[in-house]
């Protein structure tokens, strides 16, 4: 999996990080129990400071995506995803709540919007994505 970050962007790096990661398992690029590189691999890799990573990492593994263990190192969490719970839909709402006020803002429809989700939902979960 390639990692792409935006030095630029707003975002901070360990939420990008973070990000990707998701992203990866969510499409199927990174398997459970799939090794990931350790945290001062990816921090030279990407060109990072070994603390982000090892932030990114440690939210990573408070929300159960990952594991960390001594003589395997980071995994992706072998026995599962995390399950839906009222914590992660209230989250999930307060994340996207300005994305769709701007949206209404900038007169985009909700035919158009959920479209947008639609295809987004449709890229990453695609098992044929990047064929």
Do not use: C
Request: proline share 5%; hydrophobic share 35%; no cysteine.
């Amino acid at each position: 999996m390639i990692i792409q970050l935006d030095m630029q962007s707003d975002t901070p790096i360990y939420t990008q990080l973070m990000n990707q990661i998701i992203e990866g398992i969510a499409s199927g690029k990174l398997k459970r129990g799939e090794s990931l590189p350790s945290v001062r691999s990816l921090a030279s890799d990407i060109g990072v400071n070994l603390h982000t990573v090892n932030k990114a990492y440690t939210l990573l593994k408070q929300e159960e995506y990952i594991q960390v263990h001594r003589q395997k190192g980071v995994v992706v969490h072998p026995d599962g995803m995390p399950g839906l719970t009222p914590e992660y839909s209230i989250k999930q709402q307060s994340q996207l709540r300005p994305v769709i006020a701007e949206s209404i803002l900038r007169g985009i429809s909700l035919e158009d919007f959920l479209q947008t989700v639609e295809h987004i939902y449709t890229d990453i979960s695609s098992p044929e994505r990047g064929l």
